[in-house]
């Protein structure tokens, strides 16, 4: 199987985390990388660089405003008397229509959901290949590929149009699905990520031109808490073209498997050709944020189920963090879609 990765997205490595009012080392560290490039390789994955496409096709899913934002936001940052070496926010604005100020600290808040997304010297830089790489992933896919691996690092799913969280910066699943749109598919994506994945649900609500479907741990007592609940199926034209399937915490092999039957039985309804799936390895049962009991052999078995749909796979890593199991974990899942 192709995978491809480009190396400068090690060069974001967020030194803070906070949560429930202390501040731990970010598990979303550059170490993902070097287990989950050795899991591919297991799996017999050959990586490749991405080609550069440029900014347009990140410009397709996010603001320029954003965008601009994320650019310039850390050069603003350092001008601050006495500002910390990250971009992290401590105000917000109560809706997306409150005034958009001037103020670096108050164009923080109103672009980062959270404190899970500091912004570095290097972020923007790791975040622009990580979504290089998801196009390229998309592109091969719409070439002939059957299945691809995107080592998109930092993750994705968080991210809104306009909007940074939960380690998220730019919204790769999302930005390889309009991908394949431009070269004329049907995509649906499928987020096993043990997160609800909110920003790509954002960012598609009001569309019915891509399908979205999350399972994940229940969003009542797990992040990110406002977004992920069954009753949320679209608007507008979207109405009916997404789908969550939130999980009880702790939910096993066979409790995952039994409602991943009922996203793949949507994803045949909805007359996709191409699936991007958010690859997140996290609802594993010894994963750090311990929301699902999924095990290796679990994630299998998953993937078998994925690739029976049969069907052109973008595979567009999102969460699964440091631990033991990390690397065979993503072994076992390529191995299955293989």
Request: proline letters at 7%; charged letters at 15%; a negative charge.
């Amino acid at each position: 199987m192709k995978a491809v990765f480009d190396n400068r997205q090690r060069l974001h490595d967020p030194q803070h985390f906070m949560a429930n009012g202390r501040t731990y080392p970010s598990p979303e560290a550059p170490e993902r990388i070097t287990r989950l490039m050795a899991g591919a390789q297991a799996a017999g994955c050959s990586f490749a660089a991405p080609q550069d496409a440029g900014p347009g096709p990140i410009a397709a899913v996010h603001s320029a405003e954003y965008l601009h934002f994320l650019q310039t936001i850390h050069a603003r940052w350092q001008r601050i008397p006495d500002a910390g070496p990250e971009v992290i926010p401590n105000i917000h604005p109560a809706t997306r229509g409150d005034n958009y100020p001037k103020s670096a600290v108050g164009q923080a808040g109103y672009h980062q959901a959270d404190t899970a997304c500091p912004i570095g010297a290097q972020t923007w830089t790791a975040a622009y290949w990580s979504a290089q790489c998801a196009i390229t992933g998309a592109d091969l896919v719409a070439g002939g590929e059957r299945a691809v691996y995107v080592l998109s690092r930092p993750p994705g799913h968080h991210a809104f149009a306009d909007l940074a969280g939960g380690f998220c910066f730019l919204n790769n699943s999302a930005i390889a699905a309009a991908r394949l749109r431009g070269h004329g598919l049907r995509p649906a994506i499928l987020d096993i990520d043990v997160h609800h994945g909110n920003g790509t649900q954002g960012i598609f609500y009001a569309r019915d031109d891509v399908l979205t479907l999350s399972l994940h741990a229940d969003p009542d007592r797990f992040y990110p808490f406002f977004w992920g609940g069954a009753q949320e199926r679209g608007e507008g034209r979207g109405m009916g073209c997404n789908l969550n399937l939130p999980l009880p915490r702790g939910t096993d092999d066979a409790g995952y498997l039994e409602a991943l039957k009922v996203a793949l039985a949507r994803i045949r309804a909805f007359g996709a050709d191409a699936v991007v799936v958010a690859l997140g390895l996290d609802a594993h049962v010894d994963d750090p944020f311990k929301g699902l009991a999924v095990t290796t052999e679990g994630f299998h078995a998953i993937a078998m189920e994925i690739a029976a749909l049969d069907l052109p796979l973008v595979l567009v890593q999102e969460g699964g963090y440091v631990s033991d199991a990390l690397g065979a974990n993503l072994t076992a899942f390529l191995k299955g879609i293989a």
